[in-house]
């Protein structure tokens, strides 16, 4: 299907399919009914965007939040596709001009809030106007079970029934009763040929890190990633607000949000993060699924989420364009002996209780992984055969030694006391310490008095940290603080089963501060010059930044500095339409920056070396993807060419000494011919 590869190109503007969505886009154009499981990011809208523009009439989109549907329709009017939505925020103008294009019967796509479903006149509009597929995306707000239900979804399934006309459902929350109630409530249980695409976020760099000094790590961390869009997950309320004030403090723009405030100020939010580049949301887990803005570049959470699920789903809402994006947790014993709690005191019955520590168990398994966070992660959702080295413990491996005998010292501490106090007076024990409290008790006179003197105390709470992490010891809710083992610790105390802990992680956390670069040095300048240009229209036309290009189509340009009109086609993300509107705006934009030497460059200038220089320059830009053009973009930074051009190599070993290995195989030789003529 050729035409599709064409629509894909010229109104959308990206080059080929990701993963999976070339199949779901045949389905769903061919009619199928289609249920299809993709994760966030993954490219769902796509999915049913391009076959409503393909097919003939109208296609109805159902989607649960009216702030997505408005983006959504503004990103397809930017590119040229006529859409519209009815849903309760419209003004009235608005709606006159989706109804005169509904009579002129010119629109491809008509975006609906559910709560329209239930007026009865809904029906025989659809009717009249032709709809001929039917969209249903976050198609899990059918499921009554989970919390995103809304119960206008449950129409659906009837008002498919009533058009006759096929469906295709979407969404990211894949587990198998949900699957089964989403054929059950909108297909009415007949299967609809689906498709289930894997659930790795490959550009998401994932890391997690033990709570030291908290905030300052967390203000680290936002102080390297300064200017990015990014989220900031909190336990509390309460929270929320100090730490956004914190960060306004050191002069991020920052607010907080949370579902105790007001629903106007909660929509103001939600508004200027969608709209302002660089905004800093501190907030608990309210702020969710309303959030669909593709260019958060990083999502920190500032206490341990509640389970694998929410971490996943959490971190999932980072780097949908895309472009590398991070995912930084922070966690303590003190967070996991909360999250035990909550759930230990929480209304669900046993059975509830049991699976919820099983969840938070798996999440924990990941924070006190001992290799690769998205094999371990990917792992939970049955997915094998991941790459990544796009993690912390991919970027350094933890230290890992036999901790089976530090484990049964801490343990048999704990059975001595009757499991009746809490880490603090254990390590106590455990390292000899004559405390008031050791003296109280006589615990001086156990034989496990002063065992332990050979780790530190922060050694020790790192292994009891590991210890409830690995589930060996919880918190007993009858009693304060008091650690008790648990049925998993006993091969261990028997010493029948051996297990390995990693060696004290917090020097780890200050090289979590770093911040990965989306672009090398060379490109930076110019990329911030596309970006400010991006705010500029942006807020001219009112629509958030990424409406106009995403970062990701930023940064192509930033590497690949399209010189032409039909070099920046070429760009992923530019499309026809995007092509007319701002094509020549961004390419000055570039042209701009290109003749401003650089730096490095002006040093040359007048001299021989400053030609030597340009050719260098001229011909790297040649092959800054490869000899066919096909390759990864690679480019020398300036100083790097600069470099170059004062040593002069003569041959290929002197050149990789300069330049390593993977530049050397893409511009070596032909940096030796430039060399080489001008001798
Ligand atoms: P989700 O699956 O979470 O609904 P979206 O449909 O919002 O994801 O798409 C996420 C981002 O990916 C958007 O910015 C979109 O423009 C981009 N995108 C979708 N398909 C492609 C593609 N084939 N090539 C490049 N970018 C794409
Ligand atoms: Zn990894």
């Not at 039917?134 to 059918?142: M, R, S």
């Not at 669909?292 to 570049?297: A, E, G, L, S």
């Not at 029948?496 to 989306?518: F, M, N, P, V, Y």
């Not at 039909?566 to 390419?587: C, H, P, Q, S, W």
Request: net charge neutral; hydrophobic share 40%; glycine share 8%.
């Amino acid at each position: 299907m050729a035409h599709q590869e064409t629509l894909l190109r010229d109104v959308f503007g990206f080059s080929k399919f990701r993963p999976g969505q070339k199949e779901i886009v045949e389905a769903v154009t061919c009619g199928d009914n289609v249920l299809a499981i993709m994760p966030t990011g993954g490219g769902k809208s796509l999915c049913f965007q391009l076959p409503a523009v393909l097919r003939d009439g109208l296609t109805v989109v159902i989607s649960p939040l009216i702030a997505l549907m408005r983006d959504q329709v503004r990103g397809l009017q930017a590119s040229g596709v006529a859409a519209g939505a009815l849903t309760s925020a419209n003004t009235q103008q608005e709606t006159d001009a989706v109804y005169e294009a509904l009579n002129a019967g010119n629109l491809k796509l008509l975006y609906l809030a559910p709560e329209r479903l239930a007026a009865d006149s809904m029906q025989s509009v659809l009717r009249r106007y032709h709809v001929n597929m039917l969209a249903v995306d976050e198609a899990h707000c059918v499921s009554q079970w989970g919390h995103d239900f809304r119960p206008d979804y449950l129409r659906i399934g009837a008002l498919r029934r009533a058009l006759g006309v096929p469906l295709a459902a979407f969404t990211a929350t894949a587990d198998a009763e949900t699957r089964q109630e989403i054929i059950e409530r909108l297909f009415d249980g007949a299967a609809p040929t689906t498709f289930l695409r894997g659930f790795d976020r490959p550009n998401i760099h994932l890391s997690f890190a033990t709570k030291n000094v908290p905030r300052q790590q967390l203000l680290a961390f936002a102080a390297a990633r300064k200017g990015q869009s990014g989220i900031v997950y909190c336990g509390t309320r309460a929270k929320t607000e100090t730490l956004a004030a914190a960060l306004r403090e050191e002069g991020h723009s920052a607010c907080h949000y949370h579902g105790g405030m007001e629903a106007d100020m909660r929509r103001e939010v939600e508004a200027r993060f969608a709209t302002e580049d660089g905004l800093v949301v501190v907030a608990t887990v309210a702020f969710g699924m309303g959030v669909d803005k593709p260019d958060i570049r990083w999502v920190a959470h500032a206490d341990l989420p509640k389970s694998i699920e929410s971490y996943y789903q959490e971190i999932g809402r980072a780097g949908r364009d895309g472009a590398p994006a991070e995912a930084m947790t922070l966690y303590g014993a003190e967070d996991i002996r909360l999250r035990r709690t909550q759930i230990d005191e929480g209304l669900a019955d046993a059975d509830r209780r049991l699976a919820d520590h099983g969840r938070l168990n798996a999440l924990l398994g990941l924070a006190e992984a001992l290799e690769c966070r998205r094999k371990t992660l990917l792992s939970y959702f049955d997915e094998r055969d991941i790459t990544c080295k796009n993690c912390d413990l991919c970027d350094q491996p933890p230290e890992i030694f036999d901790g089976t005998d530090v484990v049964r010292k801490a343990l048999s501490a704990a059975l001595r006391t009757k499991e009746t106090f809490g880490a603090g007076h254990l390590i106590d024990i455990l390292l000899g310490q004559e405390t008031e409290k050791v003296l109280q008790r006589g615990h001086q006179d156990l034989p496990t008095f002063g065992v332990g003197k050979d780790l530190s105390r922060v050694q020790w709470q790192a292994v009891f940290r590991q210890m409830m992490g690995h589930d060996l010891i919880r918190p007993d809710k009858e009693r304060m603080g008091a650690l008790r083992m648990t049925d998993a610790a006993l091969p261990v105390l028997r010493a029948e089963q051996s297990i390995l802990l990693r060696k004290d992680t917090l020097k780890q956390t200050q090289k979590g501060a770093e911040a990965k670069a989306l672009v090398n040095e060379e490109d930076a300048p110019l990329l911030a010059a596309l970006k400010a240009q991006r705010r500029r229209l942006a807020e001219a036309a009112h629509v958030p930044a990424y409406i106009i290009f995403n970062d990701r189509t930023l940064i192509e340009m930033a590497q690949n500095r399209p010189k032409t009109i039909d070099d920046m086609a070429r760009i992923n993300g530019v499309g026809a339409k995007k092509l007319e509107n701002y094509g020549l705006t961004f390419l000055n934009v570039i042209n701009e920056s290109v003749t401003q030497p650089h730096p490095q460059r002006r040093k040359l200038a007048g001299r021989k070396d400053g030609e030597l220089y340009d050719q260098l320059l001229e011909v790297q830009a040649e092959l800054s993807r490869g000899a066919q053009g096909i390759d990864k973009p690679l480019s020398c930074s300036a100083a790097l060419l600069a470099k170059i051009v004062k040593l002069k190599p003569r041959d290929l070993d002197s050149m990789e000494k300069v330049l390593g290995d993977q530049k050397t195989l893409r511009f070596g030789q032909a940096f030796l011919d430039v060399l080489e003529k001008a001798l």
